[in-house]
């Protein structure tokens, strides 16, 4: 049986319609899910170093900052594709910043943006006043993540997206 009425041409068309958009809602879907992605991985990063500069600045030793951190990740696994380092500037009377303490803990292990090792020179950003003031101490917590993204977005329309992620709090 033929099928040469006008329903039929019309199912015929949308489907000629679907695959010519198909492609296009594809990459779009795909989008959204790796921007969606890389949106959580960055705000559980600002949440973690916040807790850990937090935690720190109100007398946790660092361990202890460490460990609670690497618990609170979910749904981040530092053990695997993350780090974080916590470190304590303190600024002298002459205005000299120095690493005090520093500690890191993760799988993928990242060069602190501040210095690293007790008793090197740290770098803070440069601010109007000096913090911390002379005789005071600073900590910064600083995460580092590896994420991948779950699509192939990057593939089909030969970009390269960001895989690492960087974030640091300062208390």
Known sequence: MKCLQKPCAQYGLAVVEFAMIL????VLMFGVVDFGRAVLVKQVMINLSREAANLASRGTNLPDVIA??????APLDLQANGYLIVTEVQRDINGNLTISKQMGDGGRPGGSHVGSGTGSPATLPATNTAIPLPGQNMYVAEVFYHSRPITPLGQLVNIT???????SAFF
């Open 23 to 26: 492609p296009i809602l594809m």
């Open 68 to 73: 609670a951190i690497q618990i609170s990740a």
């Open 161 to 167: 997206l960001n895989e690492n992620f960087y974030d």
